[in-house]
């Protein structure tokens, strides 16, 4: 697991001072991490009954889609206001500074459909804590939320459904 961490680029500073920003593009364009990346998440789900993956717009795309193919179901989009063109259910939660929404289509799930929603990163859990309610408020029953990586000192788990939570490379 390590090759795979030491991929991912630091970017000092990005979006602002302080913060030390994981650069996942530099993993993703490289053949073989990517596939090895993309394979061990789906390992974990074979022969697990999954009905849908949920990704996070914008990075949780690639691995959701990615994923929805290997396990051989659908993917469903939370996006960000004003994207999704039918009808919307929509969660506002906090940030550092203020608030943002994401949004799913109203009629994304039959009711009890399983699902993961993937993710690029898990840092304070803001972003997935709301799509677990998003999703859950939409008659989905949360399988487990899956990141390609996760930044352990920021504790983002505690926010999440206990021992629903996994990510392949930790810092
Ligand atoms: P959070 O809600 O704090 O768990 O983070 C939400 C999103 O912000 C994640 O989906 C990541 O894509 C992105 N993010 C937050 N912190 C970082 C970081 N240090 N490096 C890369 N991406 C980050």
């Known amino acids: 697991m390590d090759d795979l961490k030491q991929i991912i680029r630091d970017i000092p500073d990005f979006p602002k001072k302080g913060i030390i920003f994981k650069d996942i593009t530099t993993l993703l364009a490289d053949a073989k991490s990517f596939h090895r990346m993309v394979d061990l998440l789906a390992h974990r789900y074979l022969g697990e009954k999954i009905d ?8 949780g795309f690639i691995l959701g889609a990615a994923l929805a193919y290997k396990l051989g179901t659908g993917i469903t989009l939370v996006r960000k206001p004003g994207k999704l063109p039918y009808k919307t259910s929509s969660i506002s939660y906090e940030l550092e500074y203020g608030h943002d929404s994401l ?3 109203e009629d994304a ?3 009890g459909d399983r699902v993961i929603v993937a993710d690029d990163l898990l840092a304070t859990g803001g972003t997935m804590a709301a799509v677990v309610k998003l999703v859950e408020r939409n008659g989905a029953v949360l399988h487990e939320c899956a990141f390609m990586a996760e930044l352990e000192f920021l504790n983002g788990r505690s926010k999440l459904p206990d021992g629903k939570v996994y990510s392949l490379l930790k810092f």
């Open 109 to 111: 799930f039959q009711p």
């Open 52 to 59: 849908q993956i949920v990704g996070i717009e914008a990075r």
């Open 103 to 105: 949004e799913i289509h």
